[in-house]
């Protein structure tokens, strides 16, 4: 027994004289869609986006247990969600800092030894809670922007009277304040994008957010160093393009859509260089083609601010330049409106975009005037659109319908009941999709910009050159 205690005071000693940050908590959260939480994970802030530091299997106690050899003082986040704010926890770190901590439910409270600044941050997380709980959590709740903005400019008197009382780390308060700036706009900016009961006209808004703008956000690059930074600004942009208002038909006809227009509509009223430049990358997640990605690069590159922004740029371009996959369509066979049986090799010869759909997918609909547009602009070209319908059998009439009402022109086919031809080769999981087929036979993309994209004509015009 002597010999098992020693050997523990000696695993002390040198755990307790390492540089690390220790944190103990126990997470007590109802299961949610019936799942059990069995781990919880430690995330670091990197460039306004959450990533994954440690994981930590909770204890039949529900225990969990971090040690980190953390050297940058800075926002943590402790919870199961690298994409938003639900189930997850913000604490502020320094080096060899200690954190004990109780999560019950939708709520955290500190326990034991902690640090001032994070009783700092418990103090804010408690006032500002109301407003996170029915942003957040708003499933809980059938709440509006009837009650949520009277409780908004409520909470905002209380909010500007928030003193802080601990003033002794510099770094911490100028963290502190911009972190409290951001944090309510995460919570209203969550509120406005989460399903409601009732959504609110313009005369609707209060003051706090007809003040939102993009430029008074990017003011400062501490919007990187926010856990959810780059959703604000995506929620900003959102926001504001929703909210655009034409008056005359002039201002109508230059109302800015679509990928690429609206980047350059935001980009010069982004404030800070290095919060511009990380626009810049995440936007390339939305490209879906090589030609797409050189046409990007060659316009928005100049918006990168730092080696290292150039440097994952560079990367990103490594990555998908195979986003192409050069092997031959996979073959189907389904009857047009006229009972005629039709195969896609029938087409060989021409660029085929393929167009799989059905008459109940409402984001499947919202593509075709789109379609329409670009079927008539390539029109006595090699090019041919075809359109599979993946409607239920017994909604043929239905289908039928649909193609006499909307005028659709291309090919029209139905797959009905023979749907898995092409839903199981080509790995198709949702709709619409969109696939680009070349005048050989072989795939260029399946799955294809969509039909409203800069990006599909630049894939196009590039395989009819071929």
């Not at 000696?10 to 959260?29: D, K, L």
């Not at 997918?361 to 659109?385: Q, R, T």
């Not at 017994?394 to 909307?406: G, M, V």
Request: aromatic letters at 12%.
């Amino acid at each position: 027994m002597k010999k098992v205690l020693l050997l523990l005071f000696s695993f002390c000693g040198i755990f307790c004289m390492s540089a690390q940050t220790i944190i103990n908590g126990i997470w007590n959260r109802d299961p949610e869609w019936g799942k059990k939480n069995t781990k919880v994970s430690l995330f670091e802030v990197e460039n306004g986006i959450l990533k994954e530091l440690a994981a930590s299997n909770l204890s039949p106690q529900n225990e969990f247990l971090f040690a980190i050899n953390q050297t940058n003082p800075a926002f943590y986040v402790i919870g199961t969600s690298l994409l938003s704010s639900v189930n997850n926890f913000v604490f502020y770190l320094n080096p060899n800092d200690r954190l004990n901590v109780i999560i019950n439910n939708d709520r955290y409270k500190l326990v034991g030894d902690n640090t001032p600044q994070n009783k700092e941050m418990e103090r804010w997380y408690n006032l500002q809670f109301p407003l996170e709980d029915k942003a957040v959590y708003f499933t809980k709740y059938l709440s509006s922007y009837v009650d949520y903005f009277p409780l908004l400019e409520e909470k905002l008197e209380d909010i500007d009277a928030f003193k802080p009382e601990y003033l002794d780390d510099v770094v911490f308060n100028a963290a502190f304040e911009k972190y409290r700036e951001y944090n309510i706009l995460n919570d209203v900016l969550t509120f406005l994008n989460t399903p409601r009961t009732a959504h609110p006209q313009d005369e609707d808004y209060p003051d706090y957010i007809n003040r939102i703008s993009l430029s008074k956000i990017t003011d400062s690059p501490a919007l990187l160093n926010y856990p959810y930074g780059m959703s604000i600004l995506e929620r900003t942009r959102y926001l504001k393009n929703r909210r655009l208002k034409a008056k005359t038909p002039e201002e109508e006809a230059k109302k800015i859509d679509g990928f690429y227009e609206s980047l350059r509509r935001d980009i010069p009223e982004i404030q800070n260089p290095l919060v511009r430049g990380e626009l810049v990358l995440k936007a390339t997640k939305g490209l879906k083609s090589v030609e797409g990605l050189l046409q990007y690069n060659e316009e928005f590159t100049k918006f990168l601010a730092n080696d290292d922004q150039k440097q994952r740029m560079h990367q990103i371009m490594v990555e998908k330049s195979d986003m192409g996959d050069g092997i031959i369509a996979f073959d189907f066979k389904f009857p047009d409106v006229n009972g005629k049986e039709v195969k896609l090799s029938d087409f060989k010869g021409k660029v085929v975009y393929i167009d799989v759909w059905a008459t109940w997918c409402g984001p499947c609909i919202k593509e075709i005037p789109d379609l329409k547009k670009l079927e008539a602009e390539y029109h006595n070209k090699d090019v041919d659109f075809l359109s599979v319908s993946v409607d239920k059998q017994d909604d043929y009439k239905k289908w039928e319908a649909f193609l006499i009402k909307e005028k659709l022109g291309g090919v029209q086919l139905f797959a009905g009941d023979k749907k898995e031809e092409i839903v199981k080769p080509y790995d198709i999981s949702g709709i619409p999709r969109f696939i680009l087929i070349g005048k050989d036979g072989k795939i260029i993309y399946t799955n294809a910009p969509r039909p409203g994209s800069s990006e599909i004509k630049l894939l196009l015009d590039a395989a009819l050159k071929k």
